[in-house]
């Protein structure tokens, strides 16, 4: 299958800091890609879809303005948490839709533990 | 709500045997269904997919088995193997939409 990748792997920032995570799509082109948060022994909660060229679609509930979604390229989007803060400690996961040969298939990348101080 | 749910958090199946994991969904609309599994601390691992015109469709090793009738859907794991031990997810998507639902979630536990 199609790999996607997530860096950093593990981040540990201080209260008030702002952390990026990026997501690649690393054999396939991604117009459209999605962050996901996971808390433990939990499901996966879709924060916003985050569309290459155009503005990211956030779901209910969650800040725009906290979580910066930017879809520079067809292989690479950022998630920013600005001013975190220890309640945004979790694990988060992107995932790539691969559109290519007829499939419609979402990828997941490896995911990112973040803990805020 | 989540359109999709699962019945039992958690499988423990003997080494060997054939696992079963259960998923129902509610939405008639859903016409895409993957199966994932998670190890832990990694991310969702593609594992199989079925389209709503199919009702059955293999893999090596698994197999998902989808009933349109009653909104249900089964991963079958043949001979499971300690490496299959993970959280298996079952997610489905809208007919034209692009934003998967996850369900909750079983727990499979290979014994040895």
């Known amino acids: 299958g199609a790999v996607v990748s997530q860096h950093p792997s593990r981040v540990i920032c201080k209260s008030g800091t702002s952390v990026k995570i990026e997501c690649r799509s690393l054999?396939?082109?991604?117009?459209?890609m999605f962050w996901y948060r996971q808390f433990p022994k939990k499901s996966l909660m879709l924060m916003a879809t985050s569309n290459e060229g155009s503005k990211a679609t956030y779901e209910q509930g969650v800040e725009k303005d906290k979580f910066l979604i930017n879809h520079a390229s067809l292989t690479l989007s950022t998630l920013t948490v600005t001013s975190a803060h220890p309640e945004d400690s979790s694990f988060y996961i992107c995932?790539?839709?691969?559109?290519?040969?007829?499939?419609?298939?979402?990828?997941f990348g490896p995911g990112t533990r973040l803990t805020v101080l | 709500g989540e359109s999709v749910g699962l019945h039992l958090p958690t499988l423990s199946v003997q080494e060997g045997d054939n696992s079963i994991i259960n998923c129902a969904y509610s939405n008639s609309a859903s016409d895409y269904f993957i199966w994932y599994k998670q190890e832990s601390g990694k991310g969702p691992q593609f594992i199989i997919d079925?389209?709503?015109?199919?009702d059955k469709r293999q893999g090596q090793r698994v197999t998902v088995l989808l009933n349109k009738t009653v909104k249900h859907l089964s991963l079958q794991i043949a001979a499971t193997q300690p490496g299959d031990s993970a959280v298996y997810f079952c997610?489905?998507?809208?007919?034209?939409?692009?934003?998967?639902?996850f369900g909750t979630g079983t727990q499979l536990k290979v014994e040895l």
């Open positions: 054999d396939f082109q991604a117009t459209t």
């Open positions: 995932s790539a839709r691969d559109l290519g040969l007829g499939t419609d298939t979402q990828y």
């Open positions: 997610a489905d998507l809208l007919g034209g939409g692009n934003k998967l639902t």
């Open positions: 079925i389209r709503s015109n199919m």
